[in-house]
Antibody, heavy 116, light 107 residues
Framework: EVQLVESGGGLVQPGGSLRLSCAASGLNVSTSWMHWVRQAPGKGLVWVSRIRSDGRTVYADSVKGRFTISRDNAKNTLFLQMDSLRDEDTAVYYC??????????WGQGTLVTVSS | DIQLTQSPAFLSASVGDRVTITCRASQGINNYLAWYQQKPGKAPKLLIHTASTLQSGVPSRFSGRGSGTEFTLTITSLQPEDFATYYCQQLNSSPLTFGGGTKVEIE
């Protein structure tokens, strides 16, 4: 059974940093395409970033240059390093597995609150 | 960037109703369109991928159609557990984008 478990969310001041983790079981992050998707309170889903199995990454314009997606193959864990955080980054962050043209497995989400 | 316009944003319906949600893309997406269901406080759940393929384990009352730039999600005979918010997503090109969502409420 595939399981994705996010952690690392919390309260951070504007301009601060946070690193989110997504621990995977039942799948291999090193051979999967993995995504981060976020959802601000009461709002819709917004795609954030993707890492391919070959390591190539892509980002939404709103986070480019501030967020970095990466993975630790030995720990089977996906990360999202978030720097220079802004109020508008406040959201629940989900990791998801790309099962070939669809996000077929999602974690439960972790809440990031950016506020002074 | 490819924009996805979902309609309607809100839909009131009764148990047993047939409902259809539309998702229009600003350009062709090669049928790389997925539909998700989300309930409050929960992660999205994949329903349909590649426009019309039902994800394993999803009830057959859910169906997807469309091609090019116009796609639909239909729920035949709406069940109490189907009251939720539905999103379309294009996976044809980065940045991947979602529609604004359709909230299906009890009439």
């Amino acid at each position: 059974e595939v399981q994705l478990v996010e952690s690392g969310g919390g309260l951070v001041q504007p301009g601060g940093s946070l690193r989110l983790s997504c621990a995977a079981s039942g799948l291999n992050v090193s051979t999967s395409w993995m995504h981060w998707v976020r959802q601000a309170p009461g709002k819709g889903l917004v795609w954030v970033s993707r890492i391919r199995s070959d390591g190539r990454t892509v980002y939404a314009d709103s986070v480019k240059g501030r967020f970095t997606i990466s993975r630790d193959n030995a720990k089977n864990t996906l990360f999202l390093q978030m720097d220079s955080l802004r109020d508008e980054d406040t959201a629940v962050y989900y990791c998801a597995r790309d099962g070939s043209w669809r996000l077929d497995h999602w974690g439960q989400g972790t809440l990031v609150t950016v506020s002074s | 960037d490819i924009q996805l316009t979902q309609s309607p944003a809100f839909l009131s319906a009764s148990v047993g109703d047939r409902v259809t949600i539309t998702c229009r893309a600003s350009q062709g997406i090669n049928n790389y369109l997925a539909w998700y269901q989300q309930k409050p406080g929960k992660a999205p759940k994949l329903l349909i991928h590649t426009a019309s393929t039902l994800q394993s384990g999803v009830p057959s009352r859910f169906s997807g159609r469309g091609s090019g730039t116009e796609f639909t999600l239909t729920i035949t005979s709406l069940q109490p557990e189907d009251f939720a918010t539905y999103y379309c997503q294009q996976l044809n090109s980065s940045p991947l984008t979602f529609g604004g969502g359709t909230k299906v409420e009890i009439e």
